[in-house]
């Protein structure tokens, strides 16, 4: 199948591949004349990857360095082949980071802001939302309907009920939760949206002298309240990656706010609901739930969920 596809893009032949991944989508790094791409292919609509095409470009011309995909030899940027829609991307330059310092943070805020304000002022839409969603019901599993947080939220509770223990603690988290929940779920709709790449995080990303030099993997872009986007992202990095150097992670944390701002202004409306934000998903972040859970079942919980109701309080 890859050669098929490929013979879409060259009239020289593959001169290497490596299947990197065959569950649920499919990667393969291949080689063609001396140069290095990766062939991705997903079961998705012909909608969804013209509009990756799009949002790819209109990025690029505002001097993110996101890849845009490759033509193919009848000029379009992708390629249909069986049940499958492939993108061809070129390899970029950079390094992975798996380690951050301040200087990382900095520049993923800023590139967040970069992205976000031209997102914020785009008409382009997705049509559907991302992995950071909420308020979606949770009836599937679909971007858009996923809430991970209520979820992690339902997962504690019924954890604690199971432990048959904690009973005050758990009635303190429901009303400080639900509370900030219902802030936030009446003013949604008016908070600024737009498409974004939904996961613009390190493992996705290339660097040179600190800097991004590549953001590649549009596989959950979506459409994103963008002050949503930018605190999850900044708690993920101030207390759930790696990192070396001596700032704290409320430091972390205010290091990527700060360099996000200087690149897109949060309006009134979003200021009010980052509190809100900053205390449902730093409490209720799944990993941080997972742990909490099994010192729980093991009736050892009382010290994580002081801690839960600590984080609702603000």
Not at 89 to 105: A, Q, T, W
Not at 131 to 144: A, C, I, R, V, Y
Request: charged share 30%; aromatic share 10%; with cysteine.
């Amino acid at each position: 199948m890859i050669r098929e596809v490929m013979k879409q893009y060259f009239s020289e032949p593959v001169t290497r591949h490596e299947i990197l991944r065959d569950m649920g989508r499919l990667v393969a790094e291949v080689e063609v004349d001396g140069e290095t791409y990766f062939l991705k292919g997903e079961k998705q609509t012909a909608q969804f990857v013209e509009t990756t095409i799009l949002f790819t470009e209109l990025m690029t011309d505002c001097g993110l360095p996101f890849i845009v995909p490759e033509k193919a030899l009848v000029g379009e940027r992708y390629v249909r082949h069986k049940d499958l829609f492939f993108i061809l991307e070129r390899k970029g330059i950079g390094e992975e980071i798996s380690i951050l310092r301040l200087e990382h943070i900095q520049e993923l805020g800023k590139s967040l802001g970069k992205q976000h304000a031209v997102s914020s002022a785009s008409d382009l839409r997705f049509g559907r939302g991302t992995s950071w969603g909420m308020f979606g019901g949770n009836e599937t599993d679909e971007l858009g309907d996923y809430d991970e947080n209520e979820l992690s939220y339902l997962d504690l509770v019924h954890s604690v009920k199971e432990s048959g223990q904690f009973e005050h603690e758990l009635a303190a988290i429901q009303e400080l939760y639900l509370a900030r929940r219902a802030i936030l779920q009446a003013e949604w709709p008016k908070l600024p949206t737009g498409p974004v790449q939904g996961d613009l995080l390190p493992y996705n990303l290339l660097f040179q002298q600190d800097k991004i030099s590549v953001i590649f993997d549009y596989d959950i872009a979506g459409d994103e309240v963008l002050v949503n986007e930018c605190v999850a992202n900044a708690i993920f990095l101030a207390w759930h990656h790696d990192f070396e150097g001596k700032e704290t992670p409320k430091e972390r944390f205010q290091a990527y706010i700060d360099a996000y701002t200087s690149e897109r202004s949060l309006s009134n409306r979003e200021m009010e609901m980052v509190p809100h934000l900053f205390a449902i998903i730093r409490a209720f972040r799944y990993d941080r739930i997972e742990e909490g859970i099994e010192k729980i079942l093991q009736g050892d919980g009382k010290a994580f969920l002081d801690e839960t109701i600590q984080l609702l309080k603000g």
